[in-house]
Structure formats: structure tokens, C-alpha cells
């Protein structure tokens, strides 16, 4: 198996583990504990977690670290990061607000490149402080849209 379809595999376990084990989370859905079972293994490589089962499970796992699991496996797998909308009160007020974090955040991680490249050479901590600023700045991104769908903004 590729090193994805493993990661998705360890996602599925870490979901299940999110609802309280392979019995618990096959009250809640469709399949029996075998098949999660089967689907959570790596020894296992022609069965995986359905994506009904995953809408049924996930929201469950919500408690756990790294949630939405096979969520987030599956849009690094497609080349992408997954950033869940904060839910935020809709308030015209805030914009501002949200506006100025967003210029804090990008301040943030062009600090962060800038201190990468001064010397030439990148190191893990830079790399980190940076992806962690990079993180930062979709977050913020992120609520100001929710909060524009909040005032009525739609798609």
C-alpha cells in the first residue's frame, strides 16, 4: 500500500478510537465491527471505510486530536488542507475585526519567511513557525468568510 492509503487507514482507526472503539462506533452505523475492523487495518488493503460510514462516525470523534480524521487524510491526500468554518455571530461589526487579524496573521507569517531566509538555509523550527503562521492566516481567512455567509453572502 502507498503511504496515503496507509494514512487514510490510520485515519479510520483514529476515528473509530474517536467514538469509543470498533463496538461503539458500529452502533452507529451501517457496518458491523468486522468490517471497521477490516477497514482500519493496513494488512486489509481492499477494504475501506465507506463515506456514509465516515459522515455517521466522524461527527462522533469530534473529542479527539486530529479531528475530522479521514476528513483531513483525504484533502491532504487530494493536495489540500481542510479548515472547518467557525460558526460566528453575524455582525457587521466584526468585520473589522476579523479584518485586522487577517493583517496581523499575514504580518505574522512574513515574519516568519523573512527570519526562514535571512540566513539561506531553512531548519525544522522555521519551517514549523512558518507553516504554523500559514496555518494561522487560512484560519482567519476562514472565519471572516463564515462570517460573510453569516450576514447573508451565500456561495
Partial sequence: ?????????RATGEMIKGVGG??????????????????Q????PDS??????VADLEPLARERSGWPHVTQALCVR????????PEVPS???????????QCEEHGD????????LADDRWDAPEIAAAKQAAHDVI????TILAELDSLGGGQ
Fill in 1 to 9: 500500500m502507498t503511504p496515503d492509503m496507509i494514512a487514510l487507514k
Fill in 22 to 39: 470498533l463496538e461503539a462506533a458500529a452502533l452507529y452505523c451501517r457496518v458491523g465491527k468486522s468490517v471497521l475492523g477490516d477497514n
Fill in 41 to 44: 487495518s493496513p494488512n486489509r
Fill in 48 to 53: 475501506f471505510v465507506a463515506i456514509d460510514v
Fill in 78 to 85: 487530494m493536495g489540500g488542507t481542510f479548515v472547518a468554518l
Fill in 91 to 101: 455582525s457587521r461589526a466584526d468585520i473589522l475585526s476579523l479584518l485586522s487579524t
Fill in 109 to 116: 507569517l512574513t515574519k516568519a519567511l523573512c527570519a526562514a
Fill in 139 to 142: 484560519r482567519s481567512a476562514a
